[in-house]
Every structure is written in C-alpha cells, then in structure tokens.
C-alpha cells in the first residue's frame, strides 16, 4: 500500500537526517555535505522499495500415516444431519463509505496540485529571463527594481543596479557565480519535487533548508577568499534587509545572516574528519 511505503519513506528520512545534524552539520565540508543530503533523500525512496526474500530449508521426517490414523467407531444411532434453521429477518442495511479508502486519492490529489503551482512557479519565473546584459563569466544579468532581486536561477542574475556599486555589485556577482557552476539550482528545483511529494513529512522540508545552506557556504567560502572575509561579511549585513518569496531562486540574503557570518570564521575542519564518511 502505498501510504505504508510513504510511512517507511519518513522513517529514512528521519534517521538519515539525524545522521547529518549529529555529525556533518558542523563540519566544512560543504560539497560532502550537499551529496550525502541529496543522496540520501533519494536512498528513503530506494530502501524501503526493496524486497528481501528469505528462504529456510524445511526438514520433513517420513512417518507411517496408517498407524498414526485414530480408531473410528460407528455410532450405534443414525445422525441428523439436517437440523432445521430459525431465520430471522434482518433490516436492509446502507453501505458505508470506506473512508480510508480515499487517503490515497485525496494524497495524490494534493501532490498533482503541488506539482503544479512548482511548474507555474518556474514559469513565472522564466518570464523574467527575455532581456540581460551577459558578463563575461557568461552570468546574464537582468536589472530587477522590485520582487526578487540580488538573487540568480541558473546563470541568470537579479540585480538591484540603483541599490549596488560597483565593488558590491562585483562581490555579488562573484558569490552568484559559484551558484551558476555548481549547478545549485537543480538542487532546488530537486527539493520542490520531493517536498511536493513528501508534503506531510517535515523533514523534508529541514531537508530544503539544510541544502540551501550548504549552497551558501559554499558560495561564501569561495567569495570570501577572494575579498576578505571581514568585506564579505560587510556587504551581507548591509544586504540583510532584502526579502524573496521565490524558492526556486538564491537569494544573496536569504539565509540566516548569523549562521553564515560564523562559517565565515570558523576553522576549516580537518582532512582525517573526512575518513568515517567518505
């Protein structure tokens, strides 16, 4: 059945995510830690989809069935073999409705509907991508005054150009670049598909949040050692106030400002830590 599967589904989950907040979360190994996140959310739908059979040998000893028959005795009176019924007379009865019948119906109904606000979300986001100006990088910046903006999809770039110097606006696009060839964004559009799925399951919605983290660390990391740290953390405190409802894009700022800062300056952790899950 398949709400039981779903059921198995959230148990993984629930173990490989423990798994990362106990051990990997506070380590920076960023790419490791995007991996094991995407591919152990793949693995909850994986293990509990496979079936293991188990066969045991079955040892038969030969007996004589004559002498272990019990001796019949023929009864002195002839029996009744037909005794008459009193039938009562029983109320014509309703069906009822099996309502747990409908859960599957009323779960897939729920997911086909999330799935489609996904695909009208990426449309509508796609609408904006007609006019950029391309960077040598081959960043496509597109100027964006209101909604979204300092945020990139793919290697496309939302930029409040009124709102940016120059030297921020070069940090900026230092950080999106990372995004871009690191392919980040089909991480996200991967998370909206399994949280359409698994929209029941809180996990995996820690999942999403997890992931886009790493994103950001990763970002931070590279544009940090380019420009400082102490400049870096600057211009995300100055660009902290900025807001997005688009969870298909990387917003600049969209993280917790705090927890970034703090990667930031952290020491890297060491190679050896890498051993028990590498």
Known sequence: MILFYLLKVTACTILFFGFYVLILQKLT?????????????????????????IKHEVVTVDTDPVANLPEVKMAEKPLQLIQPLAVEYQPETKPEIDWLSLVPFAYGAITL???????????????????????DDGLKLINKTAGFTNCSFFNYVFID????????????????????????????IILMVFKSVLWFNPI???????LEQVHEYEADEFTSAAYGSEAYA????????????????HNFVKSPIKARIKMLFSSKSPDKKKMPIS
């Not at 190994?29 to 059979?53: D, G, H, W």
């Not at 606006?169 to 670049?177: G, N, P, R, Y």
Request: glycine share 4%; net charge positive.
């Open 113 to 135: 509907v999330l799935l489609l606000i996904c695909i009208w979300r990426l449309f509508g986001l796609i609408k904006y991508t007609g006019n950029y100006t391309e960077t």
């Open 204 to 210: 995996v919605y820690l999942y999403d949040k997890a």
């Open 234 to 249: 600057s211009l995300l405190l100055k660009l902290a106030i900025a807001k997005s409802d688009m969870p298909l894009i």
């Open 161 to 188: 150009g009124d709102k940016l110097g120059d030297a921020d606006l070069a940090v900026l696009l230092k950080h999106e670049l990372v995004h871009a060839r690191q392919y980040h964004s089909i991480d996200k």
């Open 29 to 53: 190994f960023f790419k490791i830690n995007r991996f094991y996140l995407l591919v152990t959310l793949l693995l909850s739908f994986v293990i509990p989809a496979l079936q293991f059979e």
